[in-house]
């Protein structure tokens, strides 16, 4: 697998397989970092900003995997900025204090919530489980006509 092309190109094709790789070794290197930064720095303000960036850094590969995949889809990969716009909103949010207090929920921690699980659902039956585009399309040839994975 081409790990170059999955996190930092943009143009092309990925089908679901390469899809579920990338979002996974996204997430698992969040959960790792957020761990390692929550023992050693904890919800100080340091930690937080590191957390932020850890975030920033992730959001390009994050953009690019799913980019791709909506483009399999035969869709244009703005629709990604959807989950990213979302996601670095609420970095920003909680970054400042104003959300992500899970002792003490407020409003708008609900309303992002509601959002992130509406995104996340419209995410795994978008990206996740249906198949691309059958065929080449707009944005290149179908990735199964090469593999042979789905």
């Not at 943009?10 to 997430?27: C, H, P, Q, S």
């Not at 929550?38 to 992730?58: E, N, P, T, W």
């Not at 953009?63 to 869709?75: C, E, G, L, T």
């Not at 707009?138 to 090469?146: K, N």
Request: no cysteine; proline share 4%.
């Amino acid at each position: 697998m081409d790990f170059n092309y999955l996190f930092t190109l943009l143009d092309g094709r990925i089908n679901r397989a390469k899809w579920w790789t990338g979002v996974i070794v996204i997430a698992v290197v969040a959960i790792v970092v957020g761990l390692i930064v929550g023992l050693i720095l904890g919800d100080s303000v340091a930690g937080r900003i590191v957390i932020f960036i850890v975030q920033l850094i992730l959001l390009y590969p994050g953009y690019a995997v799913s980019a791709k995949r909506f483009q399999d889809r035969n869709k244009p990969a703005m629709y990604a900025l959807v989950g990213i716009a979302l996601g670095l909103l609420y970095s920003l949010l909680t970054l400042f204090g104003v959300v992500g207090n899970p002792q003490q929920m407020g409003v708008l921690d609900w309303v992002f919530s509601v959002a992130f699980i509406a995104v996340g659902i419209w995410y795994l039956i978008e990206l996740g489980i249906l198949r691309g585009t059958a065929g080449p399309n707009q944005y290149g040839p179908d990735p199964l006509a090469s593999s042979g994975t789905s």
